[in-house]
């Protein structure tokens, strides 16, 4: 399969979007495509709650909370050895 300038594996958003990065909730504030030969990568500011600023790039923001992943072995074990 060829590469496609026009498809985009990262997602793209939008000045005013609400974003996640590193599991902090953002607003994004300044944006610019950065198309690259190899990758697009998006750049972004992002306002943190705190109202500090921080630079990120596409691939490090995320739509919505990444959600905990269910693992059934540890779970499984987490009653074992308790009585009643």
Same mark, same amino acid.
């Given at each position: ?19 996640? &990065? ?6 994004? /504030?300044?944006? !610019? @495509? ?9 750049? $972004? ?15 490090? &923001? ?6 905990? /992943?269910?693992? !059934? @072995? ?8 308790q009585? $009643?």
């Amino acid at each position: 399969m060829r590469w496609n300038a026009g498809q985009r594996k990262m997602p793209r958003f939008k000045i005013g979007d609400t974003v996640f &990065l590193e599991g902090q909730l953002a607003k994004v /504030v300044w944006f !610019r @495509e950065n198309p690259n030969e190899i990758e697009a990568m998006d750049e $972004y500011i992002v306002e943190l709650e705190n109202k500090q600023r921080q630079f990120a790039v596409s691939s490090a &923001l995320a739509a919505k909370k990444p959600q905990a /992943v269910y693992n !059934r @072995e540890h779970n499984r074990d987490s009653c074992h050895g308790q009585t $009643y």
